[in-house]
């Protein structure tokens, strides 16, 4: 099946254009060969005539006066040929052309070619024949004869094909021509669609919100209907977001008591309530900015300039624990997505590797495939192979020995898969981790969460 509504079109053009073509061919070859066949039975019936008119009865004998002037009846087949048979047992007339064939009626074919009998000539090659019975004289001096007269059918052939050759070419040259013209037209009919699809790119890439109004009216109301999704999903959004504001109100207070309220529990209990704590209010972050990822619009984003300023913001801390960072990030490098999710997936990343680098962290860039690759390697103790998935996991921690919550690098995980890509945890050239942040480099849009 045809899925480019270009090539169907021009499918329907080929198979309209090669149909009218064909029915042109067959309507000319057909006027033509009736032309052509009323030329020569003209000229046939004007030699009958002729020939009729030079007849006289001598002695009770059909006698010519006179043969036809035309030298083609004078040369052994000469491509003109005449006979007058008389009725009886008497010789025929007949011109020197067919030399010593003779035409009867009972050798001509049944069947008609282009209004004429077919025989065998003097070289063998078939006659197209056409014949008159007539009468000379009155009374018992009347004669019954029979005149014939007749041509070579190759000369009629060529002289059809010498018509057909140049017909040909032209509806051929005719075909090209309106077959160019059909993907023209296609292409040109078509052009609206292909700039509806560059405006609506544009809204999804945040550079539009509507679809302007011009166009052809075919599309208009298309225009119109794309015009008010858009107006809805605006609607829909502020909603969400109001819905986003109120929730992160509406759980702040009570987090904030509960964390107070905790302060009166053992120490031993206070500490795991004050985790569990914090675990719900980065889950409830979590959601908030999940559901800011469905309705955000989407921007080129620069992984320099975000990775430079998260750098910026953690080198206080790195300095404390003597820890060096290396960049060695394409500043021509960008993705299509939202600079704050960019910023939080790649801040938590961050965050693990200070916690656990010793001396440095160094962060990468480069492509792999259609892919844009980040990476950010420490020189800490590392983890084991076996142990990576469990680290993108929710809520688990593979050092216990550390503060967190382990919701950091499955958070990520989330916004990089929103995005169509991914985390990928290995081991670092220094025995601590290798983290890489994989996006496609035109990323699509992530999902809204109900």
């Excluded at 099946?1 to 329907?12: D, E, K, T, W, Y």
């Excluded at 009867?104 to 197209?128: H, I, N, Q, V």
């Excluded at 019975?133 to 190759?154: C, D, H, Q, R, W």
């Excluded at 300039?305 to 060096?324: H, M, R, S, Y």
Aim: aromatic share 6%; proline share 5%.
């Amino acid at each position: 099946m045809i899925h480019s509504l270009h090539f169907r079109l021009a499918a329907g053009a080929l198979v309209a254009i090669a149909l009218a073509l064909m029915l042109v061919w067959a309507v000319l070859s057909h006027l033509f060969a009736d032309y052509l066949a009323d030329q020569y039975s003209n000229e046939m019936t004007s030699v009958m005539d002729s020939l009729a008119a030079r007849l006289s009865v001598e002695n009770g004998a059909l006698e010519l006066k006179n043969e036809p002037a035309d030298s083609r009846f004078q040369i052994p087949a000469g491509g003109r040929y005449w006979q007058i048979s008389p009725d009886g047992n008497e010789e025929p007339l007949r011109s020197r052309s067919l030399w010593d064939e003779e035409i009867t009626a009972d050798d001509l074919s049944k069947d008609m070619y282009c209004g004429f009998r077919e025989t065998d000539g003097p070289d063998g090659s078939p006659l197209l024949v056409s014949m008159k019975t007539m009468a000379l004289g009155e009374g018992a001096a009347k004669k019954n004869f029979t005149v014939y007269a007749a041509f070579s059918k190759p000369e009629m052939e060529a002289a059809l094909e010498s018509y057909h050759r140049p017909l040909r070419l032209m509806l051929l040259s005719t075909g090209g021509m309106l077959l160019l013209a059909a993907f023209l037209q296609g292409w040109v009919g078509l052009r609206p669609l292909v700039r509806l699809r560059e405006r609506v790119a544009d809204i999804r890439a945040g550079r539009s919100s509507h679809i302007g109004t011009q166009g052809p009216s075919e599309v208009k109301p298309l225009v119109r209907e794309i015009n008010l999704l858009l107006s809805e999903r605006e609607t829909a959004i502020e909603r969400a977001r109001a819905r986003a504001s109120d929730l992160a109100h509406g759980l702040k207070t009570p987090l904030t008591v509960l964390s107070h309220l905790v302060e009166a529990l053992p120490e031993d209990q206070r500490e795991t309530a004050l985790q569990q704590i914090e675990l719900v209010r980065q889950r409830a972050d979590r959601q908030l900015q999940a559901a800011r990822m469905g309705v955000e619009q989407m921007a080129t984003t620069s992984l320099l300039g975000i990775a430079g300023k998260l750098v910026n913001v953690l080198t206080p801390f790195t300095e404390e624990k003597g820890i060096d960072w290396h960049l060695d990030i394409d500043p021509a490098l960008t993705v299509q997505a939202d600079p704050a999710d960019i910023a939080e997936a790649l801040g938590n990343v961050l965050d693990n590797a200070v916690r656990f680098a010793r001396t440095r962290i160094d962060l990468s860039s480069g492509r792999l495939q259609d892919d844009v690759v980040l990476s950010v390697s420490d020189d800490g103790p590392g983890a084991d192979p076996g142990s990576y998935d469990l680290m993108l996991k929710r809520g688990v921690r593979i050092d216990e020995g550390t503060a967190g919550t382990g919701l950091g690098l499955a958070i990520s995980g989330d916004i990089l898969e929103a995005y169509g890509g991914r985390l990928d945890l290995s081991a670092s050239r220094w025995g601590g981790l290798q983290v890489k942040l994989m996006l496609p480099a035109m990323a699509s849009r992530p999902p809204a969460i109900a």
